[in-house]
């Protein structure tokens, strides 16, 4: 069996939550999961080894084929490098949010997801019932990077069998407004021609994007909302440097789709696991 999915494990509730949600996505793409911890020194390469059998043992009778992984390096990058190698096609990875001084210089996560090729599935503290993905949430704004995003939408629609919410970044500038149509006319079309089901909703410019956007999927129920990570251009500009992050981060601890906007090989085929 493939294990096209990764899962970074620091021992912690936060990275067992995300491993539990790859475990029920894993069911549905019929692929298996490969655990991996990075160490500090080879003397806790290999006490983790242990911690990570453990905890394969403590998961094993989900039905899910698991596989354990250790190496010496950092977060930042050695997961990218780990994905790479072991052939992933998705990294399901917890996040602790941003707290102290991570509001002034970043998120880690958003760090990780930067260094990778491979797409990522954000988790926090909560994961969705039953680790059902019924909604996805994705925003539509002026960003020509954000369309990106719809072949993993695509796939993800069929094969959890998901409703797509197109939420539409409306303002009142023709400029923006021009662009976001165009947008939101090819997402349309795209979801369409792969027959996928959805909705479209708009802002009410009354807060801020990521704000009104996490509120539209905390209303809805969302499962997911999916995003593409501008690292340094468009979207900060746009929107500021701190949306990709807060979105990653929220406070409704909705899981995370998030794609480099990056042209690379892996674009089109970012869910091999679907196929």
């Given at each position: 069996?493939?294990?096209?999915?990764?899962?970074?494990?620091?021992?912690?509730?936060?990275?067992?939550?995300?491993?539990?949600?790859?475990?029920?996505?894993?069911?549905?793409?019929?692929?298996?999961?490969?655990?991996l911890h990075i160490a500090e020194n080879e003397t806790k390469k290999i006490t983790s080894m242990e911690a990570l059998e453990a905890l394969i043992y403590k998961h094993e009778g989900h039905g899910v084929s698991l596989k354990a992984h250790t190496r010496v390096g950092n977060i930042y990058?050695?997961?990218?490098?780990?994905?790479?190698?072991?052939?992933?096609?998705?990294?399901?990875?917890?996040?602790?949010?941003?707290?102290?001084?991570?509001?002034?210089?970043?998120?880690?996560?958003?760090?990780?997801?930067?260094?990778?090729?491979?797409?990522?599935?954000?988790?926090?503290?909560?994961?969705?019932?039953?680790?059902?993905?019924?909604?996805?949430v994705v925003p539509i704004d002026m960003a020509s990077e954000d369309k990106q995003i719809l072949t993993s939408v695509i796939r993800s629609s069929h094969?959890?069998?998901?409703?797509?919410?197109?939420?539409?970044?409306?303002?009142?500038?023709?400029?923006h407004e021009n662009a976001v149509a165009r947008n939101l006319a090819f997402s349309k079309k795209y979801l369409s021609d792969h027959e996928v089901n959805y909705t479209v909703s708009h802002t009410n410019e009354m807060d801020t994007f990521d704000r009104e956007l996490i509120r539209f999927s905390q209303n809805i129920g969302a499962d997911m909302v999916a995003i593409v990570n501008h690292h340094e251009g468009g979207l900060t500009n746009l929107l500021g440097s701190s949306f990709d992050q807060h979105v990653i981060t929220n406070d409704a601890r909705i899981p995370v789709l998030i794609t480099n906007a990056v042209d690379n090989t892996k674009v089109d085929d970012i869910f091999g696991v679907f196929k």
């Open positions: 069996m493939d294990h096209r999915i990764l899962v970074p494990i620091d021992f912690t509730e936060i990275t067992e939550n995300a491993l539990k949600y790859a475990i029920g996505a894993a069911k549905s793409l019929e692929t298996g999961i490969n655990l990058d050695d997961i990218a490098a780990a994905a790479e190698e072991l052939g992933a096609g998705i990294i399901f990875m917890g996040t602790h949010g941003m707290k102290g001084l991570q509001r002034i210089f970043g998120s880690h996560a958003l760090k990780v997801i930067t260094s990778s090729k491979v797409p990522f599935v954000i988790t926090q503290d909560k994961i969705p019932a039953d680790n059902e993905i019924n909604d996805i094969a959890f069998n998901a409703k797509v919410h197109l939420f539409v970044n409306k303002r009142k500038d023709e400029f």
